[in-house]
C-alpha cells in the first residue's frame, strides 16, 4: 500500500524553525518528484515546493523563497521541508505528496501553527 | 503565475443530478491540468490528470474534458459522497497553482 507519513507539526513563534518530515512507503521513492502542499485553516490548497528524484532540481512558491528547503533522502525514503523565519501567515496544514501527473497520494497532514 | 479561476464557489445540487464545475486559466496550459476532490477533515483526492485521465480507483461518473485554458470536471450522477469542494490545479509550469475550489453542496 502506499502511504506517506507528516511528522514534525507544531506550534512556534513568529520568526521560529521548524522540520518537517514525510516518511514513504509501499513505492520506489527514488523514482518519483515530490512537493509540500499547504492549506490555511478554512482556505484552499496552495502548492509550496518540490523536489525531483534525485534532489537535482527544486521549486518554491515565491512566499517561502530564502526561507523553506526542500530535501529528501532516498536511502531513508523521506521527504524533509526545513522552515526558517516562520510567519503567521505560513499557519497552514502541511502535506507531502507524490507528483506524477498531479500529487497522486497524499499524506494525512502535520499541522503548523505560528503564534507568540 | 498562471491563475485558476473556479466559478462558481458554491453548486447546489440533488443527488442523482448532473453537475458541471468550471476551470478557466489565465494562459495556455495545455492539457496538464488536474482535478481533486477534497471532504472535510480529509487530505485532497486526485481525481482527473492531464484533464481527462481518471485516476486510478476513480469512478466512471467522473469525467474531465478541456484544453489550453477553459476545462470542466462532470459528475453524470449525484451519489451522496460526491457532496465535497473540488479543486483544478494545473502542472504546465511553476509554480503549480490550484484554483480557489468549488464546493458541491446539498440542495
Known amino acids: 500500500e502506499v502511504q506517506l507519513v507528516e511528522s514534525g507539526g507544531d506550534l512556534v513563534q513568529p520568526g521560529g524553525s521548524l522540520r518537517l518530515s514525510c516518511a514513504a512507503s509501499?513505492?520506489?521513492?527514488?523514482?518519483?518528484?515530490m512537493s509540500w502542499v499547504r492549506q490555511a485553516p478554512g482556505r484552499g490548497l496552495e502548492w509550496v515546493a518540490n523536489?525531483?528524484?534525485?534532489?537535482?532540481?527544486?521549486f518554491y512558491v515565491d512566499s517561502v523563497k530564502g526561507r523553506f528547503t526542500i530535501s529528501r533522502d532516498n536511502a531513508k525514503n523521506s521527504l524533509y521541508l526545513q522552515m526558517n523565519d516562520l510567519r503567521a501567515e505560513d499557519r497552514a496544514v502541511y502535506y507531502c505528496?507524490?507528483?506524477?501527473?498531479?500529487?497522486?497520494?497524499w499524506g494525512q497532514g502535520t499541522l503548523v501553527t505560528v503564534s507568540s | 503565475e498562471i491563475v485558476l479561476t473556479q466559478s462558481p464557489a458554491t453548486l447546489s445540487f440533488s443527488p442523482g443530478e448532473r453537475a458541471t464545475l468550471s476551470c478557466r486559466a489565465s494562459?495556455?496550459?495545455?492539457?496538464?491540468l488536474a482535478w481533486y476532490q477534497q471532504k472535510p477533515g480529509q487530505a485532497p483526492r486526485l481525481l482527473i490528470y492531464?484533464?481527462?485521465n481518471r485516476a486510478t480507483g476513480i469512478p466512471a461518473r467522473f469525467s474531465g474534458s478541456g484544453s489550453g485554458t477553459d476545462f470542466i470536471l462532470t459528475i453524470s450522477s449525484l451519489e451522496p459522497e460526491d457532496f465535497a469542494i473540488y479543486y483544478c490545479?494545473?502542472?504546465?509550469?511553476?509554480?503549480?497553482?490550484f484554483g480557489q475550489g468549488t464546493k458541491v453542496e446539498i440542495k
Open positions: 509501499g513505492f520506489t521513492f527514488s523514482s518519483y518528484s
Open positions: 505528496a507524490r507528483n506524477l501527473r498531479g500529487f497522486d497520494c
Open positions: 490545479q494545473q502542472r504546465f509550469n511553476w509554480p503549480q497553482t
Open positions: 494562459q495556455s496550459v495545455s492539457s496538464s
Open positions: 523536489i525531483k528524484p534525485d534532489g537535482s532540481e527544486k
Open positions: 492531464d484533464a481527462s
